[in-house]
């Protein structure tokens, strides 16, 4: 079975800065895809990033970025220039690609956004 | 396009009652999938379903029944409600094409007393 592991359950930020929350995961699939959603007060999850398993190039969205290391597992998730509005639950998520409905997710990291 | 609706928002429901909650998807996805949030936790995948008419376990099913007669359609039952099932449910559905990405409904809070 696929695990997900966030160590951080919290992180802060100041704003304008750059905070990097971690995300490691345990598979023996070689096809999947990685994500990173948001989940603010609301409770609305929305996506943040994607990475393909099968890409060497790490994904960057705006201010998102990610760091994938493919050997170790790892897939972290790096905010820069941080804003109010980042501050939120931050949820890593694995999805198998031949079966997508092998979706797991870790137990998140709360981010605090100072100003 | 509405996305994933999920009714009701909220609800209270007593030890022993059933309810089903209701989820709609309205982007012709194949993938729906229903997951439980506790306070302070991640999503627990209770149920899936890769299309009309299949559907699979996830990791925590029990206590709870899935039908998936339609694309659109993927309700939630639960019977004979315990207070381990105070939770937020969220359902999700995904084309399973680009890059997988699940679009969430907006939960549904459920209180067990």
């Known amino acids: 079975a696929q695990t997900v592991t966030q160590s951080q359950p919290e992180m802060s930020v100041q704003e304008a800065e750059t905070v990097t929350l971690s995300c490691t995961y345990d598979?023996?699939?070689?096809?999947?895809?990685l994500f990173w959603y948001k989940q603010p007060p609301s409770r609305q999850m929305i996506l943040v990033i994607r990475q393909e398993a099968y890409k060497q190039q790490n994904a960057t969205e705006n201010r998102f970025s990610v760091n994938f290391q493919k050997a170790a597992k790892s897939f972290s998730l790096k905010i820069s220039d941080s804003q109010l509005g980042d501050a939120a639950m931050y949820f890593c998520?694995?999805?198998?690609?031949?079966?997508?409905?092998?979706?797991?997710f870790g137990d998140g990291t709360t981010l605090t956004v100072k100003p | 396009n509405a996305g994933v609706t999920q009714t009701p928002k909220f609800r209270i429901l007593k030890i022993g009652q059933s309810m089903t909650l209701q989820c709609t998807q309205d982007?012709?996805?194949?993938?729906m999938y229903w997951y439980r949030q506790d306070p302070g936790m991640g999503l627990k995948l209770i149920y899936y379903?890769?299309?009309?008419?299949?559907?699979d376990k996830g990791e925590v099913p029990n206590g709870y029944n899935v039908s998936r007669s339609t694309t659109e359609d993927f309700p939630l039952r639960l019977e004979l409600a315990a207070p381990s099932q105070t939770s937020v449910y969220f359902c999700?559905?995904?084309?399973?094409?680009?890059?997988?990405?699940?679009?969430f409904g907006p939960g549904t809070r459920l209180t067990v007393l």
């Open positions: 598979t023996s699939e070689s096809d999947y895809y």
């Open positions: 998520a694995y999805i198998y690609s031949t079966n997508a409905g092998k979706s797991t």
């Open positions: 999700a559905s995904s084309s399973g094409g680009s890059g997988y990405e699940q679009f």
């Open positions: 982007m012709n996805h194949n993938y």
């Open positions: 379903s890769v299309g009309a008419g299949i559907t």
